[in-house]
């Protein structure tokens, strides 16, 4: 089986590889130490946790008793600045097999910390109990250990090699991480028999991109030539999480690898997955994805009540998926491939995103309805490159139907989950529809919104109390969120978790409507009451959306490198209508406004009306388009600013002096 690791992939580009003209950092040799190291300042930002020195690695051809071999080797040392910064000094390994015999392995591991005690360096060693192995899954296992005596101040410092005899999967390397890398070198050795597609990501520039010829003898049937290459970056800053950024992944500078061909001596040149359709064909043909597509006798008996009691196609769609997605569990897997059997699935009633989803596309060709797989790579693992085929950038399943002129994206891992309401994590840009004679890219796009719609009716009393009644819309994924947080929690929990959400009022007699999974919204109402103050005043100060809405920009950098992704469409609404006492008039009230993003990416509309002794209030915030390039983040800043501070703005009430 070829190793399916997280991947990601964003602005990838080919690599053109010539010497940059710099030369590569001298490395201090494990447990070459001096004291001036600790004296040093690594770094300019006070808030830093913690530095990495250097991390620097090689990977190369190798050959062992089990025959050819991939091996890396690792280099890292890090200061730790603060407490917070503890955590670098755990290292976890990822190493991938099903069984002891075909699983990576670790050699070499070496650690210390130093700390300088009295003008010298102390050195503590890592202590065999403190490396242990964990299982991930059925194909990962994690190597983690944790170097000793730790402080503010330490500089801890380990080495290892993994050797691995997954070849198609050469590893990649990150420079980039969350805290400041001050130098990140990786050597990649490559043999002439073996073609590997190069690419990179991020927006940090390369200190060193070179490449030389080598010499390779593997055996004597493996000798001749090949290309080494290095690449190094220095003075990387940290990686920040940002505001609606989707996956870090996407954005952090690293290099990746692909295995385009194969050509050994007295062998043909054999391609290996480098194209969409050579991909698409080997899925199809597997029995662990294609194979659980055919039509047989448990999907034929799975189906046919469905169909005894439906004749419209897109009934049978919504019966099929309701089947599934009621059934059988989701174990929270993330899969492309199936691994238990259909009539396991069955029995079990849990399973992968790939078992369920297969399974719904099988039952819906059973209905007669066009239906195919679709693989993604979910929002955490990164996006996908279209111009680069590789399986190992997918790691998920759903399902696509055509009827009519109407295509349908279904995920049933999700409980509360409808038609064409995908969950947030397939929503990645673009996935890879599987079929034999239509295969292509489907855009991961959901057709309904994020959409909130606030509507209160609010009598305000001469001492300043409120009572009223509030009605509260939800539809697409808004109401997709809402609804598994009252499954998971029950509704009384949710209830009772729904009146502590305010400091202002007081909530009762809520009652909840469509909270099962349904093309209709969710609603929510429910009263509010709020006492006014003990000294009654002639003036009523009135916040607009009653501390709801935006209270602070999202977006607080003055610049952003990273685009910008809001997942779906946003539709926010909130509608006020207050009765004010007798007596009182509109002293002063916000101006109406309405602020647009450029190229009809959102809106904003803001106003308040009076007549007689009624005020009305709408607040409407709309975002037209899920993603946004980082040039165009100054507009949405700004756009923020000014609703912040239009929500903000208050209504004054003024008693009349009889």
């Known amino acids: 089986m070829m190793k399916r690791l997280p991947l990601l992939l964003f602005l990838l580009s080919g690599i053109s590889f010539w010497s940059v003209g710099q030369t590569p950092m001298v490395i201090p040799k494990f447990g070459k130490i001096d004291p001036k190291d600790f004296e040093k300042t690594y770094s300019v930002d006070t808030s830093v946790s913690a530095v990495v020195l250097f991390d620097v690695g090689e990977s190369k051809f190798g050959v062992d008793a089990s025959g050819l071999v991939l091996f890396s080797d690792r280099h890292v040392r890090i200061k730790i600045l603060k407490k917070n910064g503890y955590e670098w000094a755990t290292e976890t390994i990822q190493l991938y097999g099903s069984s002891n015999s075909d699983r990576e392995t670790v050699s070499n591991l070496k650690g210390n910390t130093y700390n300088l005690v009295d003008g010298k360096v102390a050195i503590d060693k890592l202590p065999k109990e403190s490396v242990f192995t964990e299982k991930e899954d059925e194909f990962r296992t994690n190597q983690k250990f944790s170097l000793p005596n730790v402080k503010e101040g330490s500089i801890v410092e380990f080495s290892y090699r993994v050797k691995s005899g997954y070849i198609f999967d050469f590893p990649n390397w990150t420079f980039q991480r969350t805290i400041p890398v001050l130098y990140s070198e990786y050597t990649a050795e490559f043999p002439q028999w ?35 290459f290095i690449w190094a970056m220095k003075d990387v800053p940290a990686i920040e999480a ?144 279209p111009y680069y085929p590789s399986l190992t950038k997918f790691n998920y399943t759903i399902a696509h139907a055509t009827i009519g002129d109407k295509e349908f994206l279904l995920d049933a891992t999700e409980p509360m989950g409808t038609v064409n309401v995908l969950p947030a994590r397939c929503i990645n840009e673009v996935g890879r529809l599987i079929s034999a004679d239509k295969s292509d890219w489907v855009a991961l796009q959901s057709t309904a919104k994020d959409s909130f719609v606030h509507h209160s009716k609010l009598v305000i009393g001469e001492d300043n109390s409120i009572n009223g009644e509030v009605h509260v819309v939800r539809h697409g994924h808004n109401a997709l969120s809402c609804r598994t947080s009252i499954s998971q929690d029950g509704e009384k929990k949710y209830i009772d978790n729904l009146k ?100 009809n990416g959102g809106s904003f509309v803001y106003s308040v009306t ?49």
């Open 500 to 599: 502590k959400t305010s400091d202002l009022f007081e909530i009762k007699n809520i009652n909840l409507k469509n909270t099962t999974p349904s093309a209709e919204p969710l609603i929510i109402d429910y009263q509010i009451t709020a006492s006014g103050p003990s000294q009654p005043s002639n003036i009523i100060y009135l916040q607009p959306l009653q501390s709801l809405g935006i209270k602070a920009n999202p977006f607080k950098h003055e610049t952003r490198k990273y685009p910008i992704d809001f997942t779906t469409l946003v539709e926010q609404v909130y509608m006020y209508t207050y009765t004010i006492p007798a007596g009182f008039t509109v002293e002063e009230q916000p101006k109406s406004a309405r602020v647009a993003l450029p190229e």
């Open 194 to 228: 073996f073609d590997y597609k190069k690419s990179s990501q991020g927006y940090e520039p390369f200190y060193l991109a070179k490449s030389e010829p080598i010499n390779v003898s593997l055996s004597e049937r493996l000798t001749g030539s090949g290309t080494r």
């Open 242 to 385: 940002e505001p609606y950024m989707g996956s870090m992944k996407d954005y952090v500078s690293r290099i990746e690898f692909e295995l385009g061909q194969i050509s050994l001596p007295g062998d043909f040149v054999r391609p290996v997955n480098n194209s969409w359709e050579k991909i698409t064909a080997n899925l199809l043909q597997s029995e662990n994805f294609g194979g659980r597509l055919k039509k047989n006798s448990t999907i034929k008996a799975l189906t046919a009540p469905i169909l005894a009691q439906q004749t419209d196609p897109t009934k049978r769609l919504e019966a099929i998926f309701d089947y599934v997605r009621s059934n059988i569990k989701w174990n929270e897997a993330n899969r492309i491939f199936a691994t238990q059997t259909t009539n396991k699935l069955l029995e079990k009633k849990i399973g992968t995103s790939a078992e369920i989803n297969l399974l719904l596309t099988a039952m819906l060709k059973e209905a007669g309805i066009e239906a195919n797989p679709v693989i993604l790579s979910t929002r955490g693992h990164g996006k996908i490159n």
């Open 610 to 658: 009076t007549i007689g002794n009624t005020i009305n209030v709408l607040s409407k915030l709309t975002i037209n388009r899920p993603q946004f390039m980082a040039e165009e983040y100054p507009y949405l800043k700004e756009f923020y600013n000014q609703i912040v501070a239009k929500q903000a703005e208050q209504i004054v009430l003024k008693k009349t002096i009889n």
